[in-house]
């Protein structure tokens, strides 16, 4: 009987052949389903869950008694946890090094490994939405006060004596302790209190990658206390919102604070 359709016979040559090419329909058809479904995911997952490393440059403007004005710049490494919370995303970061990058000629700013780990551990909501340019990214860190207890529209103490003062650095003094270097004197000692409320606003450059400015809401400083004495005079400080820059880029979960200080390593 004859057939008017194909018919494949066992054992025939062109089986095989058929068979292969069927596969590879198939594979290629599979591979580009793959490929938009990962390119999906990453478009609805510009920031994935996982470990960061935070950097923040913070500039400013600084008019110093005795020794006037001067811009100086501050670096922080922080390592950033991100996690979702239902529709929320929630970011949590602690201090891991703080260093000043730019300093005066004439004076030299150290902040103490003390100070460093009394920094406060931060967690709060980010803003992730897409627009015609791509994902932008909002994170408002909330108020910090260094040295004092107080509300947020409450004044900076006034006197080294203030209820409100106390040895937030627990190392024997009052305030925060800062470290100065002043060419042909003896190394001082600055005991300070602050408060500020930085906001990082900027752009997914890739898929766990961010880079954008700071916008520093609030900063004060108030110097209550000094050794030498005459040095106890509060600057005028004024951040340069121009200057200020961050980077939050994804590391290998299991980084520490050690291996953030050294660049951190790819997840």
């Known amino acids: 009987m004859k057939n008017s359709g194909l018919d494949f ?3 025939s040559p062109s089986q095989p052949l058929t068979i292969y090419v069927v596969l ?12 938009k479904t990962v390119a999906a995911q ?18 400013s403007t600084a008019k110093l008694p005795f020794f006037g004005t001067s811009r100086s710049a501050s670096k922080s490494v922080s390592l950033v ?9 929630i ?35 980010i803003q992730l939405h897409k627009d015609a340019y791509g994902w932008a990214y909002r994170a408002d860190l909330g108020v910090e006060r260094i040295g004092y207890r107080g509300d947020t529209e409450d004044e900076l103490p006034t006197a080294i004596d203030d209820a409100a003062v106390f040895d937030w650095d ?15 004197l003896p190394d001082g000692e600055l005991y300070v209190v602050q408060r500020g409320q930085s906001i990082l606003m900027g752009r997914v450059v890739e898929p766990g990658k961010i880079e954008g400015g700071i916008e520093v809401r609030q900063f ?14 509060s600057p005028s400080i004024e951040p340069n919102h ?26």
Do not use: N
Request: charged share 25%; with cysteine.
């Open 24 to 35: 590879l329909v198939v594979l290629a058809v599979c591979c580009g389903w793959f490929t």
């Open 170 to 184: 627990d190392d024997g003094h009052p305030g925060a302790t800062l470290k100065l270097s002043v060419p042909l």
């Open 81 to 89: 946890d991100i996690r979702r919370d239902g529709e929320r995303i």
């Open 42 to 59: 990453e478009d609805e997952q510009p920031l994935p869950p996982g470990t960061y490393r935070l950097e923040m440059i913070l500039a």
């Open 91 to 125: 970011q949590s970061h602690r201090v891991c090094d703080f260093r000043v990058l730019e300093d005066s000629a004439m004076i030299k700013m150290i902040f103490p490994e003390k100070f460093i780990a009394a920094l406060a551990r931060h967690r709060y909501p």
């Open 220 to 233: 004060d400083q108030r110097v209550l206390g000094a050794r030498p004495g005459f040095l106890a005079k």
């Open 242 to 267: 121009r200057e200020s820059r961050f980077s939050l880029t994804r590391v290998a979960a299991d980084s520490t604070c050690e291996s953030l200080r050294d660049g951190g390593t790819p997840p």
């Open 9 to 11: 016979v066992a054992g």
